[in-house]
């Protein structure tokens, strides 16, 4: 019924939705253009989509009073900084947000307002500083690095200093091909630069003089202006150096801060990539504060005085306030501010990559060998692109395909086209054989923060398909949808239209139409390279099951595993250290492989029917039905009463063995709501939820059971935590099969679902309370944070949880 509405509607709209999709990329290409884009940085900017000549720009800071302070320069997001905290309190990638860093060792508090003007090509980062504790004598060493790249190439590029009086501002007059033409400034609002008051002069060499700003222009290769950090130091230390060995042993102290000034110390030739060093008093009362805006030189909506900044920045924060109420209803005041804070650190994390990634497509997998496997033949491809969120911005600063599933499924609640705009950017990375890499790391930049051994990916690991999961929820949202729509809307779209609100696919479905039409040959590819390279060896089971009197019920090409588990870990899973059977075999067949292949099918059956392929959509649909069939067939244990991995056991003669593990992947096919709704196993599985002895704790439900001999063991990473994506899963599905108790809140059933919402968002607000962060997971014992701190990936879907479950 709502398929052929979609279809009527479809064939009387189809000229003009070419145009409309046109539009709406434009709309998009605008309002997303600029952002602070290098989320593995404190504060990086670049644009997106902007490859060969692209304007970047980042944030350092120090405390210069501090002999050795230079050694603590902030600039990538570190764990190991031990920052009290740093986080977006409201962030939205299309209009800014602001974001508060406390860095107790430098002794500053402070806050960049990032805001864009209404046509997203101007924008404006304040930086706001004062010291955390003001007893504390402490500068801050504020050190800009900017660079406007492809000036190698063209010699068309340029970022160059405009010659002025002031002596606490900077202009610079900027050009790229893509970019167009542009202005860059830099103008203090307030603050004292350090100077101290017993001496004359501040300045300890040529040039080295922090009681004025330092501005230094170097030409640095574009794919090395990412180590801005590391060729500051090098260039201070060797001044330093130098100032140290003219004065010998009596270097006045009080110049220390002046030491730590850059000077242009080796005669370096101007160029695209600049230093601006401003180094505040950060003691007692003082503060400071500066803009840096950016100007295009073609719009009409420049960003011009200090006030239009505040008065930008004031709009930026009330609209993300209304978009927020708007999508979630919180109404404690305290949670609401928690849940605002973490979904903007989800979408802070948003970044864009762009270069070659390393895949080894020569080794092959031995499937009879179970050791680590390692990837010697890594060759680089490329370069490709990249939107994603990232699961933690200081550990893993780049795209994890198992991750960006579950932040889809939150940012799809907020923004539905900018969760689009991503999920299309993943399906674009897929090969021509339909392969996507697990992690995706884009650049050296990106590789940076990666070990070597892991850099490289193979075309033969697969992981949970849960972009497909996203897809699907999306598509059933815009289905549903679709029946209670006022029709005439369609038919004349303006660029204004666009400009209303966020969440134009759902109320253009043809939009989606459309696109689903152009992907679907790629999903088709990735879903025959998933089903194809993955799939389990039946026949070893043949004598087994023909024994059991199943043989002929057991649906042959419906079996699954993961390729490339080793003795001790499954990384394909995502759910690396849970245990499997002990003694690996090539029969092994995983119940979540096979439930993972059930949504992606689902998926597949809804993007067919959209699409109007009936043949396709009866396919699938009986795919579907073969794997929900299978589920029960070769994985449920009857005698344990759960949902078990299969293998042969060769010790107790050919025998099919179970392998129950009681925990996250027994408890898979109900999170993706895989179980017939009148299926007697559905009972079994709330009961092993609801039992304390087992999953259910009181900081939500654990990954094992606490029964399970491996609970807690070894690495204890998936043996016991709490981890939010499965919990989210699991909540949604109570949702789903149980509406009516879950509603009432009245029988068992809606009881556990209560109890576990409030476990799961007393124990996440607790932990952010306390330590300001979320978290990678949570202790099963106590509910602590472990894991990554400040790990605002999937953990951000208790925003879900509180404000629409
Ligand atoms: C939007 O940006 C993408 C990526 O650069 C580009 O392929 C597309 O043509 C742009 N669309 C419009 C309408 O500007
Ligand atoms: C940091 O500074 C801001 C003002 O810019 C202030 O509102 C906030 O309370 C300060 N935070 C701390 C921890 O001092
Ligand atoms: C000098 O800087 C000030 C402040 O940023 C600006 O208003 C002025 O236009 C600049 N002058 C030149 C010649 O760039």
Same mark, same amino acid.
């Given at each position: 019924?709502?398929?052929?509405?979609?279809?009527?509607?479809?064939?009387?709209?189809?000229?003009?939705?070419?145009?409309?999709?046109?539009?709406?990329?434009?709309?998009?290409?605008?309002?997303?253009?600029?952002?602070?884009?290098?989320?593995?940085?404190?504060?990086?900017?670049?644009?997106?989509?902007?490859?060969?000549?692209?304007?970047?720009?980042?944030?350092?800071?120090?405390?210069?009073?501090?002999?050795?302070?230079?050694?603590?320069?902030?600039?990538?997001?570190?764990?190991?900084?031990?920052?009290?905290k740093y986080a977006w309190e409201v962030y939205d990638p299309r209009i800014g947000g602001r974001e508060i860093l406390l860095d107790e060792e430098n002794n500053l508090n402070l806050t960049v307002s990032f805001s864009k003007s209404h046509d997203g090509l101007n924008w404006v980062a304040r930086v706001e500083?004062?010291?955390?504790?003001?007893?504390?004598?402490?500068?801050? $060493? +504020?050190?800009?690095? =900017?660079? *406007?790249?492809?000036? #190698?190439?063209?010699?068309? /590029?340029?970022? %160059?200093? @405009?010659?002025?009086?002031?002596?606490?501002?900077?202009?610079?007059?900027?050009?790229?091909?893509?970019?167009?033409?542009?202005?860059? $400034? +830099?103008?203090?609002? =307030?603050? *004292?630069?350090?100077? #101290?008051?017993?001496?004359? /002069?501040?300045? %300890?060499? @040529?040039?080295?003089?922090?009681?004025?700003?330092?501005?230094?222009?170097?030409?640095?290769?574009?794919?090395?202006?990412?180590?801005?950090?590391?060729?500051?130091?090098?260039?201070?230390?060797?001044?330093?150096?130098?100032?140290?060995?003219?004065?010998?042993?009596?270097?006045?102290?009080?110049?220390?801060?002046?030491?730590?000034?850059?000077?242009?110390?080796?005669?370096?030739?101007?160029?695209?990539?600049?230093?601006?060093?401003?180094?505040?008093?950060?003691?007692?009362?003082?503060?400071?504060?500066?803009?840096?805006?950016?100007?295009?030189?073609?719009?009409?909506?420049?960003?011009?005085?200090?006030?239009?900044?505040?008065?930008?920045?004031?709009?930026?924060?009330?609209?993300?306030?209304?978009?927020?109420?708007?999508?979630?209803?919180?109404?404690?005041?305290?949670?609401?501010?928690?849940?605002?804070?973490?979904?903007?650190?989800?979408?802070?994390?948003?970044?864009?990559?762009?270069?070659?990634?390393?895949?080894?497509?020569?080794?092959?997998?031995?499937?009879?060998?179970?050791?680590?496997?390692?990837?010697?033949?890594?060759?680089?491809?490329?370069?490709?692109?990249?939107?994603?969120?990232?699961?933690?911005?200081?550990?893993?600063?780049?795209?994890?395909?198992?991750?960006?599933?579950?932040?889809?499924?939150?940012?799809?609640?907020?923004?539905?086209?900018?969760?689009?705009?991503?999920?299309?950017?993943?399906?674009?990375?897929?090969?021509?054989?339909?392969?996507?890499?697990?992690?995706?790391?884009?650049?050296?930049?990106?590789?940076?923060?990666?070990?070597?051994?892991?850099?490289?990916?193979?075309?033969?690991?697969?992981?949970?398909?849960?972009?497909?999961?996203?897809?699907?929820?999306?598509?059933?949202?815009?289905?549903?949808?679709?029946?209670?729509?006022?029709?005439?809307?369609?038919?004349?779209?303006?660029?204004?239209?666009?400009?209303?609100?966020?969440?134009?696919?759902?109320?253009?479905?043809?939009?989606?139409?459309?696109?689903?039409?152009?992907?679907?040959?790629?999903?088709?590819?990735?879903?025959?390279?998933?089903?194809?390279?993955?799939?389990?060896?039946?026949?070893?089971?043949?004598?087994?099951?023909?024994?059991?009197?199943?043989?002929?019920?057991?649906?042959?090409?419906?079996?699954?595993?993961?390729?490339?588990?080793?003795?001790?870990?499954?990384?394909?899973?995502?759910?690396?250290?849970?245990?499997?059977?002990?003694?690996?075999?090539?029969?092994?067949?995983?119940?979540?492989?096979?439930?993972?292949?059930?949504?992606?099918?689902?998926?597949?059956?809804?993007?067919?029917?959209?699409?109007?392929?009936?043949?396709?959509?009866?396919?699938?649909?009986?795919?579907?039905?073969?794997?929900?069939?299978?589920?029960?067939?070769?994985?449920?244990?009857?005698?344990?009463?759960?949902?078990?991995?299969?293998?042969?056991?060769?010790?107790?003669?050919?025998?099919?063995?179970?392998?129950?593990?009681?925990?996250?992947?027994?408890?898979?096919?109900?999170?993706?709501?895989?179980?017939?709704?009148?299926?007697?196993?559905?009972?079994?599985?709330?009961?092993?939820?609801?039992?304390?002895?087992?999953?259910?704790?009181?900081?939500?439900?654990?990954?094992?059971?606490?029964?399970?001999?491996?609970?807690?063991?070894?690495?204890?990473?998936?043996?016991?935590?709490?981890?939010?994506?499965?919990?989210?899963?699991?909540?949604?599905?109570?949702?789903?099969?149980?509406?009516?108790?879950?509603?009432?809140?009245?029988?068992?059933?809606?009881?556990?679902?209560?109890?576990?919402?409030?476990?799961?968002?007393?124990?996440?607000?607790?932990?952010?309370?306390?330590?300001?962060?979320?978290?990678?997971?949570?202790?099963?014992?106590?509910?602590?944070?472990?894991?990554?701190?400040?790990?605002?990936?999937?953990?951000?879907?208790?925003?879900?949880?509180?404000?629409?479950?």
């Amino acid at each position: 019924m709502l398929i052929s509405l979609l279809t009527i509607l479809w064939l009387s709209i189809t000229p003009i939705v070419g145009a409309k999709n046109e539009l709406f990329q434009e709309y998009m290409n605008q309002t997303l253009l600029w952002g602070p884009y290098r989320s593995n940085c404190y504060f990086g900017i670049r644009p997106r989509y902007v490859n060969k000549s692209p304007f970047i720009m980042g944030i350092m800071w120090f405390d210069s009073l501090k002999e050795n302070g230079v050694g603590s320069i902030r600039h990538f997001v570190n764990p190991d900084d031990h920052l009290k905290k740093y986080a977006w309190e409201v962030y939205d990638p299309r209009i800014g947000g602001r974001e508060i860093l406390l860095d107790e060792e430098n002794n500053l508090n402070l806050t960049v307002s990032f805001s864009k003007s209404h046509d997203g090509l101007n924008w404006v980062a304040r930086v706001e500083g004062s010291p955390l504790n003001p007893e504390r004598k402490s500068t801050a $060493s +504020i050190v800009l690095y =900017m660079q *406007q790249q492809g000036g #190698d190439d063209d010699h068309v /590029s340029k970022l %160059v200093k @405009l010659e002025n009086k002031s002596k606490t501002d900077f202009q610079f007059d900027g050009y790229s091909k893509e970019l167009g033409a542009y202005l860059l $400034s +830099i103008k203090d609002n =307030m603050g *004292q630069y350090y100077s #101290d008051s017993t001496l004359k /002069s501040m300045e %300890v060499a @040529l040039g080295a003089d922090c009681s004025k700003p330092t501005h230094l222009s170097l030409r640095i290769p574009d794919d090395q202006s990412w180590k801005a950090r590391d060729v500051f130091q090098t260039i201070l230390g060797d001044s330093v150096k130098e100032i140290l060995q003219n004065n010998a042993n009596d270097f006045d102290r009080r110049l220390t801060p002046s030491l730590y000034q850059i000077r242009n110390f080796y005669n370096l030739p101007p160029g695209n990539f600049h230093y601006v060093q401003k180094t505040f008093d950060n003691s007692g009362s003082n503060g400071f504060e500066f803009d840096i805006t950016f100007n295009t030189v073609d719009s009409l909506q420049k960003i011009k005085t200090a006030s239009a900044v505040s008065n930008l920045i004031e709009s930026t924060n009330n609209e993300i306030n209304i978009r927020f109420d708007k999508s979630f209803s919180i109404k404690v005041e305290e949670e609401r501010k928690f849940a605002l804070e973490t979904l903007s650190n989800l979408l802070g994390g948003i970044g864009y990559f762009h270069g070659t990634q390393i895949v080894d497509r020569k080794t092959i997998f031995d499937e009879e060998q179970f050791d680590d496997i390692s990837l010697k033949n890594g060759a680089e491809e490329g370069p490709f692109d990249l939107f994603t969120s990232v699961p933690s911005r200081g550990k893993f600063p780049r795209g994890f395909y198992w991750d960006e599933g579950f932040h889809l499924l939150q940012i799809m609640e907020y923004d539905f086209d900018l969760a689009f705009e991503i999920i299309s950017s993943w399906i674009n990375l897929i090969d021509d054989n339909g392969w996507v890499a697990r992690e995706v790391i884009l650049g050296d930049e990106a590789r940076s923060k990666v070990p070597p051994e892991f850099t490289v990916q193979s075309p033969h690991i697969a992981n949970p398909p849960t972009l497909l999961l996203a897809f699907s929820e999306m598509l059933t949202k815009v289905l549903n949808n679709i029946n209670t729509m006022d029709m005439n809307r369609y038919i004349d779209a303006t660029i204004d239209d666009f400009q209303q609100g966020t969440n134009q696919l759902e109320r253009h479905p043809e939009l989606i139409r459309e696109y689903a039409e152009k992907v679907y040959p790629k999903l088709l590819k990735h879903y025959n390279w998933f089903t194809t390279t993955q799939k389990g060896l039946i026949d070893e089971y043949a004598e087994i099951l023909e024994e059991e009197g199943i043989w002929n019920s057991v649906h042959k090409d419906e079996v699954f595993k993961w390729v490339g588990r080793t003795y001790t870990h499954c990384l394909p899973s995502g759910l690396d250290d849970y245990p499997r059977a002990e003694t690996p075999d090539i029969a092994e067949l995983n119940v979540d492989t096979l439930a993972w292949v059930g949504i992606m099918t689902r998926s597949m059956k809804q993007i067919a029917q959209v699409l109007d392929m009936d043949k396709d959509v009866i396919r699938y649909a009986q795919i579907e039905k073969n794997i929900i069939e299978n589920l029960d067939i070769l994985h449920w244990s009857e005698e344990k009463g759960c949902y078990c991995d299969v293998t042969i056991d060769d010790d107790f003669g050919d025998k099919r063995e179970f392998v129950c593990h009681e925990g996250y992947i027994s408890l898979l096919p109900f999170a993706l709501k895989l179980i017939p709704k009148h299926s007697p196993h559905l009972k079994k599985v709330v009961a092993l939820m609801s039992n304390k002895k087992k999953l259910f704790s009181d900081y939500g439900l654990l990954s094992l059971s606490k029964e399970d001999e491996y609970f807690g063991k070894g690495e204890n990473y998936w043996r016991g935590p709490i981890w939010m994506n499965i919990n989210y899963l699991c909540l949604d599905a109570l949702n789903f099969y149980f509406p009516e108790e879950v509603t009432a809140s009245k029988t068992s059933v809606g009881g556990l679902y209560q109890a576990l919402k409030n476990n799961l968002i007393n124990n996440v607000y607790r932990n952010w309370k306390d330590k300001g962060y979320c978290y990678e997971n949570y202790d099963a014992n106590d509910g602590h944070g472990s894991g990554t701190e400040h790990f605002t990936g999937w953990t951000a879907l208790i925003v879900n949880i509180l404000g629409r479950l």
